[in-house]
Structure formats: C-alpha cells, structure tokens
C-alpha cells in the first residue's frame, strides 16, 4: 500500500534508485503542515553536489563565526535538489514549485521591510505547495559537526542540514507573515484601544512560536542567548528573534502613543522594554555582518531598531526602563550605517527611509551605478533616428490625443505640450523615459492610420520605402523598449516612465493580444507602487497628483482586460488598496494648485476626459467581486446572481444615460458611442462568467434564465464585434477588432454556441447561425492583423461547423453536447497548438484548410 505522503513519518521506506530511503521525522513533518499542507509528489534523487564558493570556504578554512560571512537574513540556500530522475515527468512541476517558494520568500522579505501591500502571492496555488527533500539521507534528526565530516560524508550531510534549515525557514517565513498580517488587521489605532486584548494576543502568539520552537528538528537548533557558528542555525535563530520583536511591536507603539492623561498597564511597561531589550541585541548582532546579499535589509533593521530605542528614551514619562547600553547600541547603530553609506548607495539615510526617489538624484562622486541593462547603450542621436520627421510625428501626436486617448486617457495633454515644446527645441538632451512615451505613442498611432493617410505623406517621399507601417509601428515600440532600458526603468523610473510602460501595455493588449503585455504590466504594477501612484499624496501640486491617478487607474483598467479574459486571476489585493478615483475634470481645468471646476459642472452629469477612466475604475471594483466568487466555493449559490445581475445592470444605465440619446446613440458623438460599446463589453463578459455554470441543461443547478442570459449576452458580445469592423462611424476606431475586442467575440460565440446545441431540436436559431457565420467571415479578413485573430479564426471555424452540421441521433446527441461542454471548459484560446482538435474528429470535423468551407454571409 503507498503512503499517503512522502513527508508521513509513518511512511514505509521505498528505493530510490536503489538506494535506502528515509522516513522523515515527525518533528519536521510538523513544521511543514504549520507551514500550509504536506506536499505530495514523487521522491527526487539525492541533490546534486552543488554549493556556493561561500559555503565551501566555510567549511574547509578555518571556522569563523558565522555573522562573519553571513547576514542573519542571508544564509545561504542547500543547494538546488535535482535528482538523478531530473527528467522524469512532472519534474518541471517540481521545480515550478520550488521557483514560486522562493519568489514567494523574496516577497515576504520585501513586504516586511518595505511598506508595500499585499501582492496576493500566497493566495496562489500549487498542486506541490512546498520543495520535496530526498529520501535518502542517513538521518534527519542529528547534529551535524562539520569538523567531522570528511569528504565522503560532507555532501550528503551537509545537504541534510541545508534541506531542514531550507524547510524551516519557509515553515518560518510563512508563520511570520501571518502573524504580520493578524497584527495589522484593526490597524494602529486598535494597538491604542484595548490593552488587554493585546497583551492577550502577544501571550497567544508566543505560545505559537514556542510550539514552532519545539518542533524544530535537532540539525537545526539553536540558542537563543548564544550566537551559534554553524550558518544554518545563525540565520534561522536572527529570524526566530527579529519573529519576537515583531509580537512586541504594538505593546511598545501602545506604552510610546498612549495618551499623556493615560497611564499603560504594568505589564504592558514590562514587555516594552522587553521589545527594547530585543532591538538593543540585534543591533550589537548586526553589526558584525560583512557583505552580502542581505546587507540592505540588515541596515534596515539597524536603523529601525536604533529609532525604536530612541523612542523610548525621549519619553522618559512612559517608565521603560532601558538596557544600561543603550547609548552605546546607537553609537554602534551610527558606525555601521556610515560604514555601509561610504559606497552602497541604497544605504544612506533617504533612501533607507523611502522607496526608489520619484525624481532621480544625481549620484555622488563614490557610486558604483548600479544597472539592468538589456544591451550595449546607443548614443542619443541614434535613439532620436528612428523618429518619424517632424511634421509627421507632430501629426502622429495631434491624432493621438484627438482619437486615441481618449479610449486610455493617462496622459494630462498640456502637461505633455509643454514637455513636447521643450523636445523640439533641445532634442539632444530629452528625457530618455519622456522619448519612450513618444515613441510609444507614434507606434499606437501608426497602428491605427491607413497607408494613403495625407499627413503620412512625408513618409513615403522616398518611393523606395515600403508601406508597411505596421513594421514602422514595431520599430517605434522597440525604440521606445531601448529608451526605456537605456534609461535603466527597471531601477530607476518616474511618472514618464510609467505612462509610457502603460501605453506599450495598451497598445499591444488591443494589436497583438492581451496576454503578450501580462510581464510588462507586472513591471507596471510594481513602479506605479514605487511612485506611490497607488495612496493618496499631498494636494500640493494637483497636476503631480492627477498623474498619478491616472496612472494607477490605467493599471487598473489593463488589469480588467487580463480577467476577463482569464478566469484564474484574482486581483483582490489590488482592489483592497484604497487608491482615489481622477478627479471628473478635463485636462485644462487641471492647474497646479487648483481643479477648475464650478460647483454646478462638478454636479452636473457631464462627459469629461476622465468619464471613461472613472467607468471603468468602477468595473475593476466590481470585476474583482465577481471573480472572487465565481473562483470561490459559493459559486453555485443562485441566490448571489440578483444582486450581481442588478450591480451590473445598474452600471449599464449610467453609461446608457450619459452616452446615449433616448436610448439610441448619438449621430453628434461618436466617441461617446465607441465608449458605451466598449464599456457595453465589459458588462457582458461579466454576466458569463456568473450565468456559466447554470447555463446548461445537464447541469445540476440548471436555469433557463440563465441560458437565455448567456445566450444574449454571447449575441451582444458578437454584435459590438461587427460595429467595430463595419460601422464607418467607428471607422478610426476599427483597430481595436485586432485585438481584445475579437476576444470577446470569441467568448461570446463559445457562449452562444454552447446554447444553441443545448436548445431543443424543433428551435429555431437560423438568426443565430447568420450571426457566428458573419463573425467567421470578419475574423478571415483579420486573421493575418494580429496573433490573437489567427489564433481566433480556426475556433470560430470550428464553432460554426459544430452548428452547422444536421443534430445527430438521441442518445449520440447528448454525448456530443457532454463531450463539447468539456471541450469548452478546458481549452486554451490562445494556444491554439496546445488544443485537443482531435474533439472535432468522429462527429464533428476539424477544418483543415479555408477551401473546404464556404462561409455565408
């Protein structure tokens, strides 16, 4: 009989390879199900013999203690277990598994030493949630010497203690995070209210980090008033000490903000010099660390510890007793500060206190720069050649602003004038980030113009020229991608910065396919968070401040784009960071001090620059709730579809009141129609993803209400498709069918495909037909615009011969509809090599070239 896990310490032995197996021990079985579940999966190989050129001279040069090399954060990791199985299948799971755990902890260090929010890591999954040690080790439960070991026994035991020390520290990692998490649940002001309650908490807490103490396997122990000299257990002793600092971390706010007429509990006095007691030790610990990888976080620490004890000296009124060194503690502080400060830039006093600067500083004379860069660098006037000539471009950035920008508006116009100005007068020495956002606003324009367009005209005076500008269009976004690099945006960045990543983003989601932009807008995300686009700054420059908004709203708009169109992302995080809305105001009623805006616009329901942004601000909310529940256990719970369908609706008739006339478009806006279909397609998508699993008649929670919802919203969906391709109203913005919109279409011709082999076979759906095989003709025409309408066309060529064909008999009949429901659920629209075609053999027909159907229009 197999064991249930590889981690079970009642798991009999099995070979491996032929050698003898281990049974983990209980201890370190405990520690991995604190620390979330025990991994199944196949037993690996013994490690291979790998360590860094650190860990080798630990170990064979004289023993030094282990603060000498390491940082109490920076131990270094066992080395990366592949196995003699190595390409074994599912090993790529494995090590998919053990990339995200350490994603995962380089995450957790972040969000503890910077006030960044949640990134929404842990709420992923894994089918292996954690890395699985060899079975082969001689034991897990006793001390290692390493004076003892001799080279045919230092491998495997030294990987003994590197796989414990490795799974204790995520135990540990994770344990931490928890607890942060916990603590900061009412925030600070609830640290001030109830005493009581948290000396109670830190009492229950430290009962948690005594039960995880005391599991803790023998290989990896350590005490907590000696420093040890064995790496692994200097490393996770600083961590287990820093986790009780933390505990006491409100109990010392509590006693240091309590009211002056308030007087703290005695116990409370109590543990807050113990809290002090505990940052005095790390900071003597700290300060004999020399460099390495960890050495910014240390620091950190250093400093916030220092501050703390300052803090309680300054206010001799709370009755904290401090350590009789502690003047000596800060003097040690300021040592290893300015000794750190002499040449690592990240270390001097403004940037330990804040994230990357908004406004690049010039470097002092003793930096070494620090850079990412993708390729040599290139002179200005290089970069500056691939511009298009200057009418031409001043026409590309007039049309931008009249057509495009609207439907992405993060740009304040005047504030872009103004820098546009300054470029033509001084090209040479132009912002490199501000030359990326021009660039990348010429590729999106390019994108979106007819060859025979009059103000291209300059272009093509040289009639050996192609008219190719979708080519001069990718030109123009990899320039911008150098001027980006150039300017090192991974490290160093501003709001031009930003707004040119999320017009590259936007542009490519709506040319090329949403999911080519997923990494870039990662990147997005993270410098917005630096810039600090997502709280809420200082009014004291409203321009500065509406940018930011902007911004942060644009990342939240490219966010919708990715859900819709996948059903596994949960941006939760994201919607719980209380970011403000742009102000509803047009971009010259925008001035430095003050919103232009009379009292009866503001209440006025007005169509503005910002009225789509703030539309779709919204979306994002209600998007994220609807994800949440349809990616959560109640997703079958019928009586949740009212209130959605009513929010969703409710929406509707907002856009329809400000967009539409009487309920009709408007002949005198053709923006605001463009934007009511746009919007029109978010509301749709959202309607099936909640209605999908009550939509089919095999289906245990049928509803026929719900199969006519699908049903209508998948006609909808097809119906905005057209407008877009057909209307010549629409004309300038026919770009968009190039991408997310012919996305949609293809979610709304699965959803009504879907439908119509579920109705009855007296119904009568030629209407329908008429409308996937119009939507099969416009996507021929598209197929060779963008990856994502080549990857959409032989679906839909597939769909409308699914329906074309005559109904086969009952039974066959409900196997095909069983079998095509399936289908649906599990393909992969945008890998078209990665689907199953075989589906369409037997009763259905794949096609194999576009001769072999005539499609009718």
């Known amino acids: 009989m197999a064991p249930e896990s590889s981690f079970s310490s009642n798991a009999p032995a099995q070979p491996n390879h032929g050698q003898q197996a281990l049974r983990i021990p209980s201890d370190l079985a405990l520690i991995l199900d604190d620390a979330g579940s025990t991994p199944p999966g196949p037993q690996d190989g013994p490690p291979a013999k790998k360590r860094s050129r650190t860990t080798t001279d630990y170990t064979h040069r004289k023993r030094v203690p282990a603060r000498c090399v390491y940082g109490e954060n920076d131990s270094p990791q066992p080395p990366s277990p592949t196995g003699h199985d190595a390409e074994s299948e599912g090993s790529d799971q494995k090590i998919i598994a053990r990339l995200d755990e350490i994603k995962d902890m380089i995450g957790r260090e972040f969000l503890l030493e910077i006030d960044l929010p949640p990134s929404g890591l842990g709420d992923l999954s894994y089918p292996d949630p954690l890395p699985e040690p060899p079975l082969t080790f001689a034991t897990l439960g006793a001390d290692v010497e390493t004076k003892a070991l001799s080279p045919t026994n230092y491998d495997s035991r030294f990987e003994e203690r590197g796989w414990c020390y490795y799974l204790a520290e995520i135990s540990l990692r994770r344990t931490i995070d928890d607890t942060l998490q916990h603590l900061a649940e009412g925030g600070e002001k609830s640290w001030l209210s109830n005493p009581s309650q948290l000396i109670r ?61 308030q007087t703290p509990l005695q116990e409370c006095v109590e543990l807050a010099e113990k809290a002090i007691h505990l940052c005095e030790q790390k900071i003597y610990e700290y300060q004999h660390t020399l460099r390495h990888g960890g050495s910014w976080f ?35 502080a300021i040592q290893a500060l300015g000794f750190w400060s002499q040449d690592a830039a990240d270390s001097r006093w403004d940037a330990v206190l804040c994230r990357p600067p908004v406004e690049p500083t010039p470097p002092a004379p003793t930096d070494v720069p620090f850079t990412l860069s993708f390729g040599p660098s290139k002179p200005v006037p290089e970069l500056l050649a691939a511009l298009p000539p200057d009418p031409v471009c001043e026409y590309l950035v ?23 100005w300054a470029f033509l007068q001084n090209p040479q020495q132009a912002d490199l980030s501000w030359l990326a956002l021009l660039y990348a606003i010429c590729g999106l324009t390019l994108k979106t113009v007819p060859p025979t367009d009059p103000g291209l005209s300059e272009l093509w005076e040289d009639s050996s020229t192609p008219r190719d500008l979708s080519s001069l269009s990718l030109k123009c976004r990899e320039a911008a991608m150098m001027c980006l690099s150039q300017d090192q945006f991974l490290v160093r960045h501003n709001l031009n910065t930003l707004e040119a990543l999320l017009i590259l983003i936007h542009t ?64 939760s995080s994201l919607a719980n960071m209380k970011a403000s809305m742009p102000s509803d105001a047009n971009d010259d009623e925008i001035q430095e001090h003050a919103i232009l805006t009379s009292p009866a616009q503001a209440s006025s329901r007005r169509i503005t620059h910002m009225s789509l942004i703030r539309f779709h601000f919204q979306l994002f909310q209600l998007s994220t709730r609807v994800h949440s529940h349809v990616s959560g256990p109640n997703q079958l719970n019928e009586a949740a579809l009212g209130p959605f369908d009513a929010e969703i609706s409710e929406q509707q008739q907002q856009w329809d009141s400000l967009y539409l006339v009487n309920g009709a478009r408007s002949i005198l806006d053709t923006a605001g129609y463009a934007h009511w279909c746009i919007l029109q397609t978010y509301a749709h998508q959202l309607y099936l993803l909640l209605h999908r699993p009550f939509h089919h008649s095999r289906s245990s929670c049928f509803r026929p209400e719900s199969r006519d919802r699908c049903a209508q919203s ?132 794949t096609p194999q070239a576009d001769d072999d159907l005539t499609a009718t229009t």
């Open 508 to 571: 490519i989601a709506n040319t090329e396919g949403a999911e080519y932009g997923w990494v870039l807008l990662g990147n997005a995300l993270h410098i917005a968070i630096a810039l600090r686009c997502h709280i809420n700054g200082d009014a004291s420059n409203f321009i500065e401040r509406e940018r930011r908004r902007r911004c942060w709203a644009g990342i939240l708009i490219l966010h919708t784009d990715q859900t819709l169109l996948y059903r596994d992302i949960d941006l």
């Open 201 to 261: 908490q830190y009492h229950e807490l430290e009962k948690q980090r005594s039960l995880w103490r005391f599991h803790l396997p023998t290989i990896v122990q350590f005490d907590d008033e000696q420093v040890p000299d064995n790496e692994f257990a200097f490393g996770l002793r600083g961590r287990f000490l820093e986790w009780n600092e933390l505990l006491l971390r409100p109990i010392l706010y509590h006693v240091l903000h309590l009211p002056s007429d």
């Open 298 to 332: 240390i620091t950190r620490r250093i400093f916030a510890y220092a501050c703390l004890i300052l803090a309680a000296a300054m206010q001799p009124e709370r009755r904290i007793k401090l350590p009789a060194r502690w003047g000596s503690a800060i003097r040690v």
């Open 714 to 845: 998948g006609l909808a969906l097809l119906d905005i498709h057209r407008q877009f391709f057909q209307l010549p109203r629409l004309k300038c913005y026919r770009w968009l069918v190039n991408g997310t919109i012919s996305c949609n279409a293809l979610h709304g011709a699965v959803a009504l495909t879907s439908c119509l082999v579920d109705m009855p076979n007296d119904a009568d759906f030629t209407e329908h037909l008429a409308v996937i095989d119009a939507a099969v003709v416009r996507l021929e025409c598209l197929k060779r615009k963008s990856p994502a309408c080549s990857h959409i066309y032989p679906i839909l060529r597939c769909l409308q011969l699914r329906l074309s064909r005559a109904s086969p008999p009952s039974p066959a009949r409900e196997l095909a509809e069983s079998r095509f429901e399936d289908w649906v659920s599990n393909v992969d629209w945008f890998r078209p090599d990665a689907i199953d075609w075989d589906f369409w053999d037997g009763d259905f027909s």
């Open 398 to 420: 007039t049309r931008y602003f009249a057509t495009l920008s609207p439907l992405f508006h993060i740009l304040h116009g005047p504030t872009f004038q103004k820098q546009y």
